[in-house]
C-alpha cells in the first residue's frame, strides 16, 4: 500500500519568515495530494490540494508544488503569522484495482509549525 | 464547516465493553471514512463506505466494524474496546472519490480504561 513520510516533525519560525513542509510518498499511482490544517482541539480543514496532472498551485501565501518523478511534493508558507500556528498533514491518494481509490487518503505523520511574533 | 456531526464527542469506557460511534451528514455525499488519530501517526485509516451497504477495511481495521444502512448515517463499532483504541476518531465524507475533497467531522474523543 501507499506510504507517505512527512518531515520535519517540528518546525519553528519568526513571524514573516517562510516555512517548508515535504513529503514523499511510494505508490507512483497516487493521483491527489492534499495538505490539511489542524488547530488545537479542533479537525482537520484542507488548504490546498494538487492532483497530479499539475506541478505547481499557489493559494496567496500558501503553494504546492509535485515531483512526479522524484515521488514528493511540499507546502510553502510565505510571510507566516501567528495564526499559521498549527499541525500540518499531507496525504496521497492511491489509486487502486481498475483506477479507483474510493477516495482512500494516505497521511503522513504530521508537522507541528510554531510561528513567533 | 460541512454537515457533518459525530456522536458522542467524548466517551470513557471500560476494556471489553462494545462502543458504537456515529457519523451524520447532511450534505448527501456518498463516500464515508473513519479515521483514527494518533499522536505521531497522524490519521489512519480504519474503514471507508462508498455507497449505502458498500464497506471496506481500511490500513488499521482489526477490532473494529461498520455499517451504512442510510446514506446520512456510518456507525463504527468497537466490538470489544481494549486500551489500544484509545483514540481520537474522525469521519469524513467525500462526494467524488479518487481527486475531491475530504471534510471531517469534529470527531470524537474515546477513553478506554
Known amino acids: 500500500g501507499e506510504n507517505v513520510e512527512q518531515h520535519p516533525s517540528t518546525l519553528s519560525v519568526q513571524e514573516g519568515d517562510s516555512a517548508v513542509i515535504k513529503c514523499t510518498y511510494s505508490d507512483s499511482a497516487s493521483n491527489y495530494f492534499p495538505w490539511y490544517k489542524q488547530e488545537l482541539g479542533k479537525r482537520p480543514q484542507l488548504i490546498i490540494d494538487?492532483?497530479?496532472?499539475?506541478g505547481e498551485k499557489k493559494d496567496q501565501r500558501i503553494a504546492v508544488t509535485l515531483n512526479k518523478t522524484a515521488k514528493h511534493f511540499s507546502l510553502h508558507i510565505t510571510e507566516t503569522q501567528p495564526e499559521d500556528s498549527a499541525v500540518y498533514f499531507c496525504?496521497?491518494?492511491?489509486?487502486?484495482?481498475?483506477?479507483?481509490?474510493?477516495?482512500?487518503?494516505?497521511f503522513g505523520q504530521g508537522t507541528i509549525l510554531t510561528v513567533h511574533p | 464547516d460541512a454537515g457533518i456531526t459525530q456522536s458522542p464527542r467524548h466517551k470513557v469506557t471500560e476494556t471489553g465493553t462494545p462502543v458504537t460511534l456515529r457519523c451524520h451528514q447532511t450534505?448527501?455525499?456518498?463516500?464515508m471514512y473513519w479515521y483514527r488519530q494518533d499522536p505521531g501517526h497522524g490519521l489512519r485509516l480504519i474503514h471507508y463506505s462508498y455507497g449505502v451497504k458498500d464497506t471496506d477495511k481500511g490500513e488499521v481495521s482489526d477490532g473494529y466494524s461498520v455499517s451504512r444502512s442510510k446514506t446520512e448515517d456510518f456507525l463504527l463499532t468497537l466490538e470489544s474496546a481494549t486500551s489500544s483504541q484509545t483514540s481520537v476518531y474522525f469521519c469524513?465524507?467525500?462526494?467524488?472519490?479518487?481527486?475531491?475533497?475530504?471534510?471531517f467531522g469534529p470527531g470524537t474523543r474515546l477513553t478506554v480504561l
Open positions: 496525504a496521497a491518494s492511491p489509486k487502486g484495482a481498475g483506477g479507483t481509490s474510493y477516495g482512500k487518503l494516505t
Open positions: 469524513a465524507i467525500s462526494e467524488l472519490a479518487g481527486t475531491d475533497t475530504q471534510y
Open positions: 494538487i492532483r497530479s496532472n499539475v
Open positions: 450534505e448527501n455525499h456518498r463516500y
